[in-house]
């Protein structure tokens, strides 16, 4: 396993890398967006690891850039911006799971592993998901209701696909965050309900037919 670690202070990015190769992780450098590039295009790397603050483009946008030339590959966002709105930020950006400085190496290296592991599963076959009038296509990564093609960001995307593969089932906000950010939900913020909350408004305003429920006290469930 390759990992690209972008950091702009030299002795936190030393101190990543060392870890790493402790855990038998091979990795690169960047102190900057230029350098990030320019390894990307040159090495085929299985995971990212991302400071937000760094010189040139800075941390969102090349995430971004990255994930539009591969959108399957797993960032993990490791900053010391740690509210609710820097988190929601980073997600939209395309980050896979998010870390705050300060921080402990076995909680980093835990979601390394958890991001590794699911690498592989991010990869599907071309096929849809169908929920009455509601239409996910996982080649094309489009959505529509009805007649209606509905723009979603990525974490937006994936928290759908989450529900529509578990329809009728309660999901607490803990199995959610679980599954679609790869991380133990933090009840501190309230990131997942955020989140269904930006959902609802795309794909159940203005329609009859609500997909989307709360089960107070429990969580959420899709009812097809």
């Known amino acids: ?36 590039e320019k390894l990307f295009r040159q090495y085929k790397y299985d995971l990212i690891i991302l400071d937000l603050i760094i010189p040139g483009t800075g941390g969102l946008e090349l995430c971004k850039k990255l994930k ?18 820097d988190k929601i930020e980073g997600f939209d950006a395309g980050a896979n799971d998010y870390l705050v400085k300060p921080f402990e190496f076995r909680e980093l290296i835990a979601r390394v592993k958890v991001l590794l592991r ?31 093609l509905i723009s979603l960001t990525s974490k937006e995307f994936s928290l759908l696909e989450y529900f529509m593969r578990n329809p009728g089932r309660v999901l607490t906000r803990n199995e959610i965050a679980e ?3 790869d991380v133990n939900y933090d009840f501190s913020t309230n990131v997942v309900d ?14 009859d037919k609500k997909y989307i429920r709360t089960r107070v006290g429990f969580g959420y469930v899709f009812e097809d």
């Not at 592989?120 to 996982?138: F, P, Q, R, V």
């Not at 955020?194 to 329609?207: A, P, Q, S, T, W």
């Open 1 to 36: 396993m390759r990992i690209l670690i972008v950091e702009d202070e030299p002795k936190v990015a030393s101190f990543i890398k060392n870890g790493l190769g402790d855990n038998l992780y091979e990795s690169d450098i960047a102190y900057d967006s230029v350098s990030a």
């Open 68 to 85: 539009s030339q591969r959108p399957n590959i797993p960032v993990l966002m490791l900053t010391a911006l740690g509210t609710t709105e």
């Open 118 to 148: 699911t690498y592989d599963k991010t990869y599907e076959s071309g096929s849809k998901l169908i929920a009455g009038d509601l239409e996910l296509d996982l080649d094309r990564k489009t959505v529509k209701r009805g007649n209606l």
């Open 179 to 181: 599954k679609v950010w």
């Open 194 to 207: 955020v989140y269904v909350n930006f959902l609802r408004k795309k794909i159940d305003k203005g329609f």
